[in-house]
Every structure is written in C-alpha cells, then in structure tokens.
C-alpha cells in the first residue's frame, strides 16, 4: 500500500526541519570536490590518485585543474594504493580516492603495510560511506568502513556532517601530518554549521546544544537527526546535549567522560554497523571512566537494500525518532539508577 | 669494483644472513641466497646512486625489497655499505631492534618501503618513479620480485600501470628460484611463460643467470639503459634457492627455516670454501 503524507508531516520529516536547519543545498561529495580542489591549488605537494571513480567522489575537481597531479590509477585499488605510498615517500601528499567498500575490502593489505604501519603522509577518501547512497544498493555501501578503518592503529578517522565540516576536514587532514582517513557520501546534508564556520580540530569533538538530561553522540548524517531528536525530546522536557563526534580516532576523551558526568546518560548515533563502530568505541570511554546508561542508533548485524535514502534511514531505524526512543530509554534507566 | 671483489662481498653478505638467522633461530636464508649476487651487484656494483650519510637523499636511486622475506639480505647489504653499523644486524628479530623480520619502511636507514605481505612493492616502485617525474629527477627505482610473488594480483596491476605510465625509470627484477614457500613453482601455480607474460604487458624483458656475476653485472647494465624509451624493464634471473650451501640447495623445505647451529657451522665451511 502506498502511502501518502500531508505536505506538513513531509516536512517535518525532511532531516534538520525540527532542529530549525535549513535545507540541504548539494550533495556532501560535492563538497569534498570543492575542498579538494581548494587544498591542490594552495599546496603544490597535493596529487590526487583515482580509482576510475572521480566523477563519483568528485575528485574530478583536480583532473580538470591539474592533471599533472592527477592520476586515474584504473580500476585496481591494491596498485592505487601503493602507488600513492610511493608518491607520499617522495614528499607529495597523496589524496587517495574511491569507494570506502572498494577501497577498504580491495586494499586493506596495502593501507595496512604500504599506509598504516609505514606511517607515511597519505589522505584517504572513502566516499560513499554508509546506506545513503540508495539505489546502487548494498555492494556499494561502506558500512563497516569505522570498524576496518579502526583496525589501522595509525590513522586518523575523520566524518564531516555538513558541507562546512567536509572543507574543514579536508583542510585539517591535508595539513596534519600522517595518514588520515575521511568519510564521505552520495547524499545531501543539511547544513549544521554556516558556511565555512565550521571550527574543526582533530580529536576535539564540537559540542552543538547545551543540555543536562542526556547526551547525544552522533557523527555524518547522524548529526543532524541528532539535532532534530534533541528539539522533540526538549518538547517532552527531556534536555539533550549534542555532541558532533567528527574525528572517532584519536577520540575526545575529555568530552565524552565530561558528557557522562554531567549528563549521566549518553545515546550514540552512527551511519554504520553497530559492531565495531563508533558507539562501541564510545561505550569504552564511558565504562572505564564514567559508568552511565547508554543506548545505540546504528546498523544491527545486517546488510541493507536497494532504495531511496530516508526509506532506508526508516527501515533500518537511523532517524530522529529512533535516536528518540533510545534517550527515552537512556534517560529512564538513569532514573531507575 | 671488479668481479672477483664482487664475488667476495656476496660471499660475506651470504656468510651475514647465515649468522643473523641462526643467532635469530629464524628467518629465510635460502630466499637470501638466490637473490645475493643481483643485491650485491647493486649496491657495490656501481649501478645504484646513494649516500649512506644521507639516506633519504632525493635524488637516490631507489631499491625496494619487494619479497620481504629476504630483509637479512637487505640488512646485510645496508651495513656493508654504511647505512649502519654491523654490530646492529645480530639483533634480527630481536625485541627493541629495528631489524624486523620483515622490512618496515624508514625504520633503518635506506629501507624504503614496508614489505613482507607479498605483492606490494612493485607499486610502491612505480610510485616513486611517478614522484621522481613531477619533482623533474631521473633516479632509477629497482624492486626485487620472488617468483611466487608474481602470483599476486597487484603485481600484475602495477605492470600494467607502470606500461601505461611509461615508467622506464622502473626496473623489476624476478629472482626466479623456482620454488615457493609449499613446492616447486611448476607444481604449486606455474608461472610459464613468464618472459612472455611481462612482454604482453609492455615490458622490456632480459633474462640472467643470477649466480654468475659477469652476466649479472653486464644484464643490469643493460636494464639501465633499455633500448626501448618508455618502457619499463623487467630482468628475470634464473637462480637457486639456498645458493652456496649444498644441503639447502637440495632441500627447499628450507623455505623459511634457519638453520641449526651445526648445519650453519657446516654452511660456513662451504661459504669459505
């Protein structure tokens, strides 16, 4: 049965709406492309390698400007990646560029030696991360992209949440020195900081709202749904705090162990499998330093479909409302103590 | 250097693996052994640019030792020319040395990539010739293939891709021993016809007997400078497995294995031999 929703629910129900975000302008790769580019043009050292994908990631941006820089390595991700070890050797600062699944689950043997364990200067991008993309279906979706990643000790893990985070991450991960990788995706996310006003450090967590009933730990797209769950809660008089958890390796500390204390509930939210991702890094934070409740928004142990976006968020629980429900839940333990 | 001084350092690089594994009760001597003429050719032979003062020197000549298995061969190589001092090389596999069982990339002085899974360095080598490029240097890069290695996908990725790139600053050389780590080649997963295989993918191809200096020098002189411009070169050098030590020559279960303090005792007399 098809059904249809008044023009006002639909509204209501477009992600960012109930936290007062306005719309989404362009897709989050969009963005990388023009941050990408901003980087190659201020630092001559930038080369960009492409696994014959860069009109998807939008690292096309690079290939039209500078080609000499650019380089389409073919559809061979192991040979991609150690080649862009041998560039970072010779001082270049190489962006690697594909799918996060084909990069990963092709070359994780070369990040592993060639990047990982070789500590070199390296950048990697592995867009198309999580169920966003839709369509293309679930062979194209990295969904265990936090997991493997976190299996590279060496590397930074960084996931924008808006077009303003993606260009400060990008800056951010160009100027630091060693490999870092960065999360990004199909989908277009409403803007949660103004354009480039998003202040990013790596391993400092930005705190968004300010609440002392329960902290929501969201990263990506969960960001915003964060945001949207913490305005219905303060609708139910539930106060959330919100923390965009925008860099999951080296993680904040001091931010999460203080959201803890002074909250003494905490919900994570991810794009990602709830195995091995973000929550569960968090919950080690939390149970070493600060025992709290906690409840998690992700992918259960499962794989998704072919579909579009917000039918996928439903169907395998990433919205406001789960993220909802699980402060419910957060909160009344903390009750129960 | 002449031959004859050649043949002496490949004898005493051959006698340091021999006593850095067995102290280490570990390792890969025979996968050293096929390869130590072609290393040894390199480094003193005058065909490799280098300053052990200054390792990371960018206009060097690069070697990267793609089956990493053979990194007492290239530690061995490394001190004898002054990367380090000797004395660090009887801490192989040590705990706190930074002789590890395989290669890890700038952790000695003049190891340039990290190696030891197997398949990766050819990629590496063609990412600094494509560095060398955009920084206008002509340094050459070789990388040291096992033949089992050539078994790996990626190899065959990075052969297409330093073809199409043109990379002839790239010199790959096969140290094609003719066992793997299980068995003979020809039994495990043949390789036949290599020569043709690395033609068919835009390469310029010489074959060697690894073992004979003269023809070792003279066939790495010519990789030097191929008559085709653009293309890559590949040398394949017909070796032996355990070469210079008659009961590792005849056993290849030697793969992987030191030898014991009596064995190497004996290896010794025919080294000096």
């Known amino acids: ?337 | 250097m002449d031959i004859h001084g050649l043949c002496n350092i490949a004898r005493q690089l051959r006698l340091d693996v021999l006593e850095m594994t067995t102290l280490a009760r570990s390792g890969h001597p025979s996968s050293c052994f096929s390869a130590t003429e072609i290393v040894t050719a390199l480094y003193f032979g005058g065909l490799m640019r280098y300053r052990p003062q200054e390792p990371w020197w960018p206009e060097r000549d690069r070697f990267i030792m793609s089956k990493g298995h053979a990194a007492p061969l290239l530690y061995a190589a490394l001190a004898h020319a002054g990367y380090f001092d000797r004395s660090l090389l009887w801490t192989l596999r040590q705990i706190d040395s930074p002789l590890q069982g395989h290669p890890i990339q700038a952790l000695l002085p003049g190891v340039e990539a990290t190696t030891g899974s197997l398949g990766q360095g050819l990629s590496v080598g063609l990412g600094h010739v494509l560095g060398g490029r955009l920084n206008g240097l002509d340094y050459r890069v070789f990388v040291l293939l096992g033949d089992g290695e050539c078994q790996a996908g990626q190899v065959w990725e990075a052969a297409m891709a330093a073809a199409h790139f043109r990379a002839d600053r790239l010199i790959a050389i096969v140290d094609y021993n003719k066992f793997q780590e299980t068995g003979p080649i020809a039994r495990e997963m043949a390789l036949e016809p290599l020569a043709a295989k690395w033609e068919s993918f835009g390469w310029y191809v010489l074959e060697m007997d690894g073992h004979d200096m003269t023809a070792v020098m003279t066939t790495l002189t010519e990789a030097c400078r191929p008559p085709r411009p653009g293309r890559p070169t590949v040398v394949i050098a017909h070796t032996i497995k355990g070469k210079g030590v008659s009961f590792v020559e005849a056993d290849y279960t030697f793969h992987g294995r030191a030898l014991t303090s009596e064995q190497a005792a004996r290896a010794r007399k025919e080294l000096m031999s």
């Open chain 1, 1 to 337: 049965m098809i059904q249809t929703m008044p023009a006002a629910q639909g509204e209501a129900r477009r992600l960012g709406a109930r936290a007062g975000l306005p719309p989404a302008t362009k897709p989050l790769r969009d963005s990388f492309g023009e941050a990408l580019l901003e980087v190659a043009t201020q630092n001559p050292r930038v080369v960009v390698l492409d696994g014959d994908l860069s009109n998807s990631t939008k690292a096309e941006t690079v290939r039209h400007a500078f080609p000499r820089r650019f380089f389409n390595i073919g559809i061979a991700e192991s040979n991609l990646v150690g080649v862009a070890a041998g560039l970072a050797a010779c001082g270049f600062i190489p962006w690697i560029t594909s799918f996060s699944s084909f990069l990963l689950c092709n070359a994780y043997d070369q990040l592993r030696l060639a990047v990982a364990m070789s500590n070199i200067n390296a950048k990697i991008l592995g867009s198309h991360g999580g169920i966003t993309l839709g369509k293309d279906g679930p062979t194209q979706m990295g969904i265990e992209d936090f997991a493997l990643v976190g299996g590279l000790p060496t590397v930074v893990m960084l996931v924008p949440c808006d077009a303003a985070s993606m260009k400060a991450a990008v800056r951010a991960a160009t100027e630091y020195v060693g490999p870092v990788w960065l999360r990004s995706s199909r989908v277009a996310l409403p803007p949660v900081y103004p354009a480039d006003g998003c202040p990013l450090t790596i391993g400092k967590a930005n705190l968004l709202r300010q609440g002392d009933d329960v902290t929501l730990i969201a990263c990506g797209i969960m960001v915003a749904a964060a945001l949207d769950a913490a305005a219905m809660l303060a609708d139910e008089g539930i106060e959330a705090r919100v923390l965009d958890l925008h860099t999951l390796r080296p993680l904040d500390v001091e931010a999460i162990v203080a959201a803890a204390a002074e909250t003494g509930a905490i919900v994570t939210a991810e794009e990602h499998l709830l195995t091995g991702g973000m929550g569960s890094n968090v919950a080690r934070i939390v149970a070493q330093h600060r025992p709290v409740p906690m409840r998690f928004v992700g992918l259960a142990d499962t794989y998704t479909e072919s579909a579009e976006p917000d039918e996928l968020l439903r169907k395998y629980h990433l919205t406001a409302d789960d993220i909802v429900a699980a402060a419910r839940a957060a909160v009344q333990a903390k009750r129960k103590g």
